[in-house]
């Protein structure tokens, strides 16, 4: 007998994924004044920033002393520090590094520090919570996406989604709907293009062993106690990518299952070599820890050929993560696509070519595309409008109040030099 599909409730925006791009959308609608669900299929919000283990607030400076991110990003950059370990570098005064401690850096022949930190991912995904309850967020947990429903009056776009949970089936209604699910999810259900990238063979679990605990108790950090522990351990640009093995197609489950198997006995392998009393994997990832599975094919897909370039259309300047100087925007074009009424995607998701996807998807340009995000579905309500024509003027002033950096200065687009090309992974 087929089971009764529920019907329970609509909301003004549905999000679709509870990672870090998801709570910034689902809490900037709220802050709106907007009635917002907020989806998430496991039960700790964070996605790869908690429970994928990735746990590293990325560069959000130029790597000349001063930071080009804000806005939200930020404001969970020191939520995830109020609780638990991790700082960022005292040289930073109000988002920047004074001139004269500059001057003795460049005096020693040594760069400045970059503003990034790591931190504790499960008590990030606590702190996550009580911010999303305090705002007024409804979460729903532990359940699954498992269908979409168009809207028959509007081809393009939703009117809800059907979700399984211990609950059985639920249908939610919505007026706009945001995809942070990192994979597309929502869009590719929708029949929106998206495109597909291959991943490396790269695992990295939470380790600990006697010697690490020695370092945090000599060190008076917590922190230290841990460190990573890698099954694959291919780099960001594919180095160490073994050449017998594929690269994993992350939207396919045979690929995904691969991947797990393949890393997780590639580690215990690992492990076997070793005392057994002298070290312990605090935790595995709780997800598949893939970079980019699919995007959006938005109206504007950002380029690495579009460094120093400025967006009309931009909600927020970014930095390169890996490399110093390099300066990117954010456009409203690459979480949108015309004909796509009511959907918008922010995250791993959003719209990015070759490097420049891997520049967009990471932790503080996730953080700002959700805040563009959500802010936006509260703009199109307020106005009445579908999401890839609204006041784009109007939105980046929003956003700006909200702390945002909308362009980059033009000031800060260097000169070519020997050390902007330093990796920092």
């Not at 776009?157 to 999810?185: H, I, M, P, R």
């Amino acid at each position: 007998m087929q089971e009764e599909i529920r019907d329970c409730g609509h909301y003004d925006i549905l999000v679709a994924g509870g990672g870090v791009a998801g709570v910034a959308a689902a809490v900037s609608g709220a802050r709106h004044g907007k009635k917002v669900l907020l989806i998430e299929k496991s039960v700790k919000l964070g996605g790869l920033a908690t429970l994928g283990l990735i746990n590293f607030f990325v560069p959000m400076c130029n790597g000349r002393g001063k930071q080009i991110i804000f806005g939200m990003a930020e404001e969970m950059l020191r939520l995830a520090l109020r609780y638990g370990y991790g700082d960022v570098p005292e040289a930073f005064v109000d988002g920047k590094i004074p001139q004269e401690t500059l001057d003795g850096y460049r005096a020693q022949g040594k760069l400045p520090p970059r503003y990034m930190t790591g931190y504790s991912a499960d008590i990030f995904a606590l702190a996550l919570l009580e911010l999303c309850h305090k705002e007024g967020v409804h979460l729903l947990f532990d359940s699954l996406v498992t269908r979409v429903l168009p809207d028959p009056q509007q081809p393009g776009s939703l009117q809800g989604v059907t979700v399984e949970n211990k609950s059985g089936c639920c249908s939610y209604y919505a007026s706009y709907f945001v995809d942070a699910t990192g994979d597309a999810d929502l869009l590719r259900r929708a029949g929106v293009p998206t495109l597909a990238r291959g991943n490396y063979h790269s695992y990295q679990t939470l380790a600990i062993s006697l010697e690490s605990c020695r370092r945090a108790a000599a060190s008076g950090d917590i922190g230290q106690a841990t460190f990573y522990r890698h099954g694959g351990g291919a780099s960001l640009y594919g180095g160490g990518h073994p050449t017998t093995v594929p690269l994993y197609d992350g939207a396919d489950a045979g690929e995904v299952n691969r991947y797990l198997i393949d890393n997780q006995l590639e580690l215990l392998q690992k492990l076997k070599t070793e005392g057994r009393k002298e070290r312990d994997i605090v935790a595995l990832p709780g997800m598949a820890q893939f970079r980019t599975t699919r995007c959006i094919q938005g109206d504007t897909v950002l380029r690495e050929s579009d460094a120093y370039r400025h967006f009309a259309d931009s909600v927020g300047a970014i930095c390169d993560f890996d490399r110093r100087d390099y300066l990117f925007e954010i456009p409203y074009g690459a979480l949108t696509r015309h004909g796509c009424g009511n959907i918008i995607t922010a995250g791993r998701s959003a719209a990015g070519e070759g490097y420049a996807w891997d520049v967009l998807r990471v932790i503080p340009p996730a953080i700002l595309s959700g805040q563009a995000a959500g802010t936006a579905c509260a703009l199109a309500l307020d106005q009445g409008c579908s999401l890839p024509d609204i006041d784009i003027p109007c939105l980046q002033a929003v956003l700006e109040r909200a702390g945002v950096t909308i362009h980059f200065d033009d000031a800060d687009v260097p000169e070519i030099s020997e050390d902007r090309h330093e990796n920092n992974d």
